[in-house]
DNA sequence: AACGTTGACGTTAACGTTAACGTCAACGTT
DNA sequence: AACGTTGACGTTAACGTTAACGTCAACGTT
């Protein structure tokens, strides 16, 4: 900067004017300095900028794991939707640890981000809670914790678990087995919930014996599956958490020679991009990651300018796709 | 700092002594400055002692596609890695696009990371070249570029492809398709031209008309495998140059009416997770993604710490996992 | 006793920016 | 002619750290 200010014989204060175009600049000054930036390929110091605005630039996302094709979406969508912006993106995995997630919060923390978007793990309401006051705007997914630092964007699970079971119901199964991934706080439980309900409105069984609750993953949903069909052998359908579960669990029926779907049938949650074109295509819970993320990345930049704002949650739908595994 | 500083009734340099470990200090006052820290939830701002010390903790990640599972899985394990060496990391899309990689290089220079890790897009060389002389370590995947500051880890392609032209022809296959991406440089078509070579060693043929080019993505894989079934209908089997292309293939053999393996065999590249579970079973190429991103962080930190050594490329072997798609 | 060494700190300046305020010429207004 | 306003800059201090150097008492050595 100081190199650029000589060259274009002005005070660096003059030349930081041209670089963030506050005004009051002569143009042929601003031409004269501007052409000093580019002949001398000068490029502003984010470090220092962000050492005196106290503005880096920056956000960080914390999510469970990154391996997922969901949050690989939903990522990929923030990290597009904020590219425009000018923000670069950190990216931390909790591996659904509360530990790992508190961690990464305090390191994303003195790293000086602007904010944070999270998708909160178990036993988080505590460590919020804690974190929350310190710091910049936090947006969580699928979590409830209000305060003016927080924004929330809700995707309807629960409605996505009704439509998932009406249309089990309306097939005509009667006894339907449920993967779910272990429930350690209300939030968790929102899908596994609403199904249970939907189930129970229509009078039908829905006891623990047909629960199992597993890793949200591949290896999670082949192991549940393999137990599920063991301890309820007349189950003729499976709901699983997402979609990775669901093709874990597929494979555990086929292995078990049970064909899906006219053996067992499947549902899935999230619609990753692999669920139409897994054999059998997966019947899903379609989620928008590209809205979600774009969502996402407006309310935290938003609650960054504007931090005096209050910002009600957003909400989310899901839509049901019926595809071959029902 | 200073209220630190001011309750442990010490200079400010002396919490930074005791914050940094720089010794020379009296066992009392250590004690005493670290209760005030503690006490008071003291934090060092990695901002500030990034401008002065001009070393900011962070590396920057770039990366084609986040939502392909062989990348998460690369960009997991580095995370990781970091992780315990107090790191964080920034992410990129470069989306395969020359321009939006550059972009990201550039934006991660200006937030002055500590050096880059980067699966380069095609028409690199010459961003790489302009790029690389004025910057961090770099560290490139299956690629090669020499200069001090660029690091190099290779994936033994050429080794993965042959191993899988051998695979095919011992089963008997005499007319193989190709999937491939386009091949904009000669890094690209590794795969392919090894794939290829082994062919033509076979005296088998391996002309344009059994190669397609297409995306390097699930629908690239559905496009290609659909015209290559309608150009060279008397093909018996497929290597695609990833597993999401092959999975795309494989829907499309399906839909063709063509049994993988029976119609047509079916070989992938990258062995992701979720390779193993697809119906059929994907046989593919292992790449050992946690090495890999191990080796690339251990290598960019080395070279951060000690950037006049010079690094000797890196080289990782393959692995053929016969499944049930040959 | 004089001097050098060392341990245990403190002081000052600097990293590359921007915010806040200052300056000064030019111009318009009364 | 005196004064206020405004445009177009420049100066100074500050952001929160650390590097480089300074200080000073205590102690050992000759």
């Given at each position: ?244 579960m669901a093709f874990g669990a597929i494979r555990a029926c086929q292995q078990a020679n049970r064909r899906v779907p006219h053996d067992c049938a499947m549902v899935g949650f999230d619609d990753i991009y692999l669920s139409s074109i897994f054999s059998p295509a997966l019947t899903t819970v379609h989620i928008d990651r ?37």
């Open positions: 900067m100081r190199d650029v200010a000589q060259a274009a014989a002005v005070s660096i204060k003059t030349v930081s004017r041209v670089v963030n175009k506050q005004g009051e600049i002569s143009e042929e000054t601003q031409h004269r300095v501007q052409a000093a930036i580019d002949r001398l390929g000068y490029r502003p110091n984010r470090v220092a900028q962000g050492l005196v605005t106290n503005c880096t630039h920056t956000i960080g996302l914390v999510l469970a794991d990154i391996t997922n094709p969901y949050f690989a979406e939903v990522a990929h969508s923030i990290q597009e939707s904020m590219r425009g912006q000018g923000y670069n993106m950190f990216l931390c995995n909790s591996s659904d640890s509360p530990k790992q997630e508190i961690e990464a919060l305090q390191s994303l923390a003195m790293q000086g981000v602007d904010g944070i978007i999270l998708f909160p793990t178990h036993q988080s309401e505590e460590n919020l809670a804690r974190f929350a006051p310190s710091y910049r705007p936090l947006v969580l997914f699928d979590w409830f914790y209000e305060h003016p630092n927080i924004g929330i964007i809700q995707v309807n699970l629960h409605q996505g678990a009704c439509l998932a079971a009406e249309h089990l119901i309306k097939r005509g199964h009667r006894l339907i087995g449920m993967l779910s991934e272990p429930i350690c706080s209300p939030q968790r439980g929102r899908r596994l919930h609403a199904f249970q309900e939907t189930l129970a409105r229509h009078g039908l069984p829905a006891d623990a014996n047909s629960v199992v609750y597993v890793d949200p993953t591949v290896e999670g949903g082949y192991k549940g599956a393999q137990q599920l069909l063991q301890q309820a052998p007349s189950i003729t359908a499976i709901f699983a958490q997402n979609d990775l590209r809205l979600l993320g774009k969502l996402a990345v407006e309310r935290v930049l938003a609650m960054i300018e504007k931090p005096e704002q209050t910002y009600p949650p957003l909400y989310i739908d899901t839509e049901l796709v019926i595809r071959e595994s029902t």
